[in-house]
C-alpha cells in the first residue's frame, strides 16, 4: 500500500459534507478551509454577507465544493432555519463544526442579563441546538464528527472571564455529554482549545502590542496563534482518524495552557 492511500484512508473527506458555524473569518474560516481541501463539501455559516462571500469564493476558487448560508445564531428561530438552509445545499452534514462566537467583557459586578443572555444563545444554545437537530441523524448512518471551537478560559479564568468563559465551560461538557449520547453510534464529539489567536473576536486584545507580545511569550513555540494552525487539529477530528477520540478537549495553543 503507498503512502498517499494509507494517508486518504486515515484523514480523506472525500464525500463528507461539513457544517461550519462562524466559518467567515479568523478559526472558523481556516478550518471551513481545512475541510475542505481535504475533500468536504462545506457549508459555510455566518452572519456578515461580504465576508461569507468571499471565504465561499476562494474555497470553489481552490477548486472545492462550498455553500453559504447568511444566519443569526443568535436565536432559536435563526439557529433552526440555518439549519435546514444549511441542508439544502448538500445534503445532511457528516461533520458538525460549532465556531461561531461572542466575547463581551464587562467586569462581573456590571455583567447584565442582557450580555449573559447574548453569550449563551450564541456560544452555548447555537451548538446544543445544531447538535440535536443533527447528532442523532449521524448516529442513525453510523459516522459523525462534532467538533466545538472553546477557549482557554474554559479551564481558567483571566481578562475578565465573566459570561464568556461560562460559556466555553459549558460547551466543553455539552461535548461530553453528546460523546456519551451517540459515539456508542459512530458521532465523536471532541472541543479544539485555541491559545491567543489574533482574530477579529479578539480585537480589543490584538490592538494592545504589550499584551500580545507578553501573551506570546506564554507559549512554549515562542508566538501566537494563527488560523491555520488548525488545519491538521481540524481534519484529524473530522476524519476517519479519530474514531477512538471522543469527549476530549485537544489544545492548539502552542504550549501556551502548560508554560
Known sequence: MDSQHYLSELFSLDGRVALVTGGSSGIGRGIAQALARAGASVVVVARKEAELTATVEELQALGC???RVSADLGT???VRAAAEQAVEAFGEPDILVNCAGINLRPPMSELDDEV???TMALNLDAPFLLGRRFGPAMAGRGFGRIIHVTSQQAHRAFVQSGAYGVS???LESLARSQAEAWSPYGVTV???VPGFVMTPLNRRLSSDPEKVAALA???MVGRNGLAEDFAGAAVF???AASAYVTGQSVFVDGGFSVH
Request: positive net charge; without cysteine; proline residues 0%.
Open 116 to 118: 449573559w443572555d447574548t
Open 217 to 219: 511569550a506564554r507559549t
Open 65 to 67: 465544493r462550498a455553500a
Open 76 to 78: 432559536r428561530d435563526g
Open 190 to 192: 471532541n472541543t479544539l
Open 168 to 170: 466555553k465551560g459549558a
Open 237 to 239: 477530528l473530522a476524519s
